[in-house]
C-alpha cells in the first residue's frame, strides 16, 4: 500500500488486453484492468463497473464498429487512462488499452492506516505465507508450522496453477474464492485440524497470502446465534460497515454531482437512488443492534403521522432497480391511510419483506403491495407468485439468523426478525400467509393515526 | 412524397434562423457559399461512396454510373441527419482554418513543426503515431482539394447515421433491404475509427501528456493537431472546437483557450494567428480559467476560480 498522495506506479508500452463477452461483462483483464474493475466494484467476470469502458463497449457492439478514443477511467483509489480501442466480434469485445497510465492518489486517507494495521497484523499473526505472481499463480510456500506440510508439499506441486487450486473453498457459495480471500476467508487445510483463515494482499509485482490459524483468536466466524457475542452487531459489525457503507456513497454521489464528467440523466437518478439506499444503509449499519435493543425493550422508535403511500413509494423507488433485473413487475396500490409509525424503520420492514419477495421469487412474476383498513390498524400485503412455503416454514422464517437452508451472501437471515420486531415495537406485526392462488403473502399491521 | 413534404417543412421552420444568422451576422465564414459548397459535396461524395458500396453488393453492372444515380437524393436525406451534417460542417471549417493558416503563416497542411519534431524523437510511440498522423493529414488534405472524404474517415457517430440513413432509403424493398445491409457490412469491416485521421490526432494529443501544452500552439502544432489538443485540454467536443474558430464564435475561441489553460500573451498569440485582423475584448486578461469554463459549460461560476 502507497502513501495518501503516491502518484504514478504504473505506464508502460505494452496495451493492456481485455475481453468482454455478449451481456458487457468483463470475461478476463489484464492486472491494472482488472484491478480498476474491482476498484470500481465489479467483479471477473462481471459487468464492466467503469462507466466511460462500458459506454464505449456498449457503443462499439451496437454500432458494430471498432472504435478507438482517448479513455480516463477513475476509481475511489485513483485512476487509469490511455487509448482505448475496442473491437467487437461475435462473442463481444476486445478491449486494448495502449499508451496508459495507471495513476494511484487519493486513498481515503481516513481508512488507510486501518488497512495498513489490519496487515500488520495479520502478517505478525500469519503461520503460512504463500508467494503468488501477478496472475495469482502460485510461487512459493513459507510455513513453520508442522500441520501444514501437506499444503506445503502441495504448493510445490501446483507451483504456477493459480492459487485456489490448493485449497476446498466449498461450492455452496456464489461468491468467487478470490473475493473471499480478499476481505478474508475462513477455510480448512488438507493435513491440518485447525480452522484457518485466509487473506489476500497485493504485494509489489505480484499478490501474497497469509494464513494464520483461527483458533487462537478464539473467533468463529459464521458460528450459531447462540455463539455469537450479545453486543456484536452494534459494536463490531456496524462499525466495520461504515467505512465500506462511506464509500459506496461518497463515489455515488460523485456520479450524481457529474464529478468525473457529463452523464445521461437516468444514471444521474440511478446515482441518486444509490445515494439514499446507501444513507439508508449507513443508518441501519450504525443501528443494526438495536435488534437486540428491541427485545432489551431500550429501542427507541419516534412514531409520527405518516402517509403509507409515500413510505410504498420509497422502497418500490429503491427496489426498482433489484426488480428489473429480474424482470419483475412492482405493483403498488395507492392510499390516504395515514399511520402512526417511525417512518424509517417502517421502510425497512418493507425494503425487507419486498425485497424478499422480489429475490426468491420468480422472474417474470409480479410482486404487489396493497394496503387496506381493519378496524384502528393499517395492513398492508406483499404478495409475491413464489413458490408458497410451508406451514411451519411460514413461522421459522422470523426466527432470528433462519435462511431456511440458503446460503450465498445474499442476506443475513437477520432481516424478517428485525422486521417483525420493529413492527412490533410500533405496537404492530408481521405475518406470513399463503397468498390466494399460489405465491406468499406477507401481512403487515401497523397502527393508524 | 411525404419524404419531400418532411424536408419542405423543415425548410419552411428553419427558414428564420438561417435567413436571420445570414443577413444579422459579419461572419461570412462560417455560412459561406464556400463553406455551404463544400459541406454539400462532401455529403453527395458520402452518397457516392455509400451508393457504390450498394452497387456492388446488388451486382449492378455500372456500379459507379448507378451510384452517381442516386448520390442526388441520398446525399439530401445524409444533410437531413443533422449529426452528419454538424460533423460536414466542421470539417469544412477545420479545412478552411488550414488552408488560410497556409496562406497567412506558411504552415504545412500535412506536417506542422511539432510533427516533425515528435518524427525524429527518440520515443518509437508517438513517432510511429506522427508519422500515421502525416500520411493521413496529407490523404485528408488531397481529399478536401477534390471536396471529398472517405467514408471511413468519419467518427463512429456520425458513419452510424451515414449507415442508419441508408438503411431508411431502402427501407421497404426487400431485396435493396439485404443489399444494404451487405454493403453495411462491407463498411463496417473496413472501418477503424482508431485508424482516423482524428483518432490519430486525438491519440497523439493524448500520447503526449503533459507536453500536450505545445500542442496548444496552432503554428506550431498544426490545425488539426490544435483542434485535437484544444478539446482535450477543455471537454469540448472536437467539433465544437472547429466551428469556434469561425469568426462569429470569437468568445468561445477565447474562453477555450482561456479554459485551457492558456496565459494572456499565449491566447493573444493564438488570437492572432487564427484572426489577425481582431483584439480581444477589454477586460479579457481578468477572466480566469474556471471562470471560463464555467461560462463555456454555461454552468455558474467555480467557486475555487482556481486558473
Known amino acids: 500500500m502507497a502513501g495518501a498522495d ?76 490511455g487509448w482505448a480501442e475496442v473491437v467487437p466480434d461475435a462473442e463481444g469485445c476486445t478491449i486494448r488499452l495502449s499508451d496508459w497510465h495507471a495513476i494511484e492518489s487519493e486513498a481515503a486517507p481516513t481508512s488507510l492506516p486501518d488497512e495498513e494495521t489490519r496487515l500488520a497484523v495479520e502478517n505478525l499473526l500469519a503461520e503460512a505465507m504463500i508467494w503468488l505472481d501477478e496472475g495469482q499463480r502460485v510461487l512459493a510456500c513459507e510455513t513453520q508450522a508442522p500441520d501444514l506440510a501437506v499444503l506445503s508439499q502441495r504448493v510445490i506441486g501446483h507451483r504456477g496453477a493459480h492459487w485456489t487450486t490448493l485449497f476446498d473453498f466449498g461450492n455452496s457459495d456464489d461468491v468467487p474464492a478470490v473475493w473471499q480471500a480478499r476481505r478474508g476467508a475462513k477455510l480448512a487445510i488438507e493435513g491440518s485440524t485447525r480452522p484457518w483463515h485466509l487473506l489476500l494482499t497485493s504485494g509489489s509485482g505480484g499478490f501474497r497470502l497469509l494464513l494464520r490459524p483461527l483458533a487462537d483468536f478464539g473467533e468463529d466466524e459464521d458460528g450459531e446465534a447462540d455463539l455469537l457475542p450479545p453486543n456484536l452487531l452494534r459494536d463490531e459489525l456496524g462499525p466495520a460497515m461504515h467505512g465500506p457503507v462511506r464509500r459506496i456513497i461518497r463515489q455515488a454521489e460523485a456520479i450524481r454531482d457529474r464529478m468525473a464528467g457529463p452523464l445521461p440523466r437516468e444514471y444521474r437518478e440511478y446515482a441518486q437512488d444509490i445515494v439514499r439506499a446507501g444513507k439508508h444503509l449507513r443508518e441501519l449499519a450504525d443501528e443494526l443492534g438495536d435488534a437486540e435493543a428491541i427485545e432489551h425493550g431500550i429501542m427507541e422508535i419516534a412514531v409520527e403521522p405518516v402517509r403509507i403511500s409515500e413510505i410504498v413509494d420509497s422502497a418500490c423507488r429503491i427496489l426498482q432497480g433489484r426488480a428489473d433485473a429480474r424482470r419483475i413487475t412492482l405493483m403498488a396500490e395507492q392510499t390516504a391511510l395515514v399511520a402512526m409509525v417511525d417512518r424509517r424503520r417502517t421502510l425497512q420492514i418493507l425494503l425487507n419483506i419486498v425485497g424478499n419477495a422480489i429475490d426468491y421469487g420468480p422472474a417474470d412474476s409480479t410482486v404487489s403491495v396493497t394496503t387496506g383498513q381493519i378496524g384502528d390498524m393499517a395492513e398492508l400485503r406483499v404478495e409475491d407468485e413464489g413458490h408458497a412455503l410451508s406451514p411451519e416454514d411460514r413461522i421459522r422464517i422470523f426466527d432470528k439468523f433462519e435462511r431456511l437452508g440458503r446460503s450465498g451472501d445474499s442476506g443475513s437471515g437477520l432481516g424478517l426478525y428485525i422486521a417483525l420486531m420493529l413492527a412490533r415495537a410500533m405496537g404492530g406485526t408481521v405475518e406470513a400467509q399463503a397468498a390466494e392462488g399460489g405465491g406468499n403473502s406477507f401481512r403487515i399491521t401497523l397502527p393508524l393515526a | 412524397m411525404r419524404v419531400e413534404l418532411k424536408r419542405g417543412d423543415r425548410v419552411l421552420s428553419a427558414r428564420g434562423v438561417v435567413l436571420r444568422q445570414l443577413i444579422a451576422t459579419d461572419d461570412r465564414s462560417m455560412f459561406s457559399d464556400a463553406i455551404v459548397s463544400r459541406v454539400r459535396a462532401m455529403a453527395e461524395d458520402l452518397a457516392r461512396q455509400v451508393g457504390y458500396r450498394l452497387a456492388v453488393a446488388a451486382g449492378e453492372r455500372d456500379a459507379r454510373a448507378w451510384a452517381n444515380s442516386i448520390a442526388d437524393p441520398l446525399a439530401g436525406a445524409l444533410i437531413d441527419e443533422p449529426t452528419i451534417v454538424d460533423h460536414l460542417h466542421s470539417v469544412a471549417l477545420e479545412w478552411q482554418l488550414t488552408e488560410s493558416m497556409q496562406r497567412r503563416a506558411g504552415v504545412d497542411p500535412s506536417l506542422s513543426p511539432l510533427l516533425q519534431a515528435l518524427i525524429g524523437a527518440d520515443d518509437p510511440t508517438s513517432s510511429s503515431l506522427a508519422m500515421d498522423l502525416l500520411t493521413s493529414q496529407a490523404a485528408f488534405a488531397r481529399h478536401q482539394q477534390r471536396m471529398s472524404l472517405p467514408v471511413i474517415e468519419l467518427p463512429a457517430e456520425v458513419l452510424f447515421s451515414v449507415l442508419e440513413t441508408l438503411r431508411h432509403a431502402v427501407a421497404g424493398d426487400l431485396a435493396f433491404e439485404a443489399h444494404a445491409r451487405n454493403a453495411e457490412h462491407a463498411i463496417r469491416e473496413a472501418y477503424d475509427e482508431s485508424q482516423c485521421r482524428i483518432s490519430l490526432a486525438n491519440r497523439l494529443v493524448a500520447a503526449l501528456g503533459a507536453g500536450a501544452f505545445a500542442a496548444l500552439s496552432i503554428t506550431h502544432a498544426g490545425v488539426a493537431v490544435f483542434l485535437s489538443a484544444l478539446a482535450a485540454a477543455t471537454g469540448d467536443n472536437r467539433d465544437t472546437v472547429a466551428v469556434a474558430t469561425s469568426e462569429s464564435q470569437l468568445a468561445r475561441l477565447a474562453l477555450s483557450l482561456r479554459a485551457a489553460g492558456l496565459s494572456n500573451a499565449e491566447i493573444e498569440r493564438e488570437f492572432y494567428a487564427i484572426h489577425p485582423d481582431i483584439t480581444l475584448p477589454d477586460g479579457f486578461g481578468r477572466l480566469q480559467g474556471g471562470d471560463a469554463r464555467a461560462l463555456l459549460t454555461g454552468q455558474g461560476v467555480a467557486d475555487d476560480g482556481r486558473g
Open chain 1, 6 to 81: 503516491a502518484i504514478v506506479d504504473d505506464a508502460a508500452l505494452e496495451p493492456l488486453v481485455a475481453r468482454s463477452d455478449m451481456a458487457d461483462r468483463l470475461i478476463s483483464a489484464d492486472v491494472p484492468l482488472a484491478r480498476l474493475q474491482r476498484a470500481c466494484g465489479g467483479e471477473i467476470p462481471g459487468l464492466i463497473a467503469a462507466p466511460d469502458l462500458l459506454e464505449l463497449v456498449r457503443k462499439a457492439r451496437g454500432f458494430g464498429m471498432r472504435l478507438g478514443r482517448p479513455l480516463a477511467m477513475r476509481h475511489a483509489q485513483g485512476r487509469l487512462e
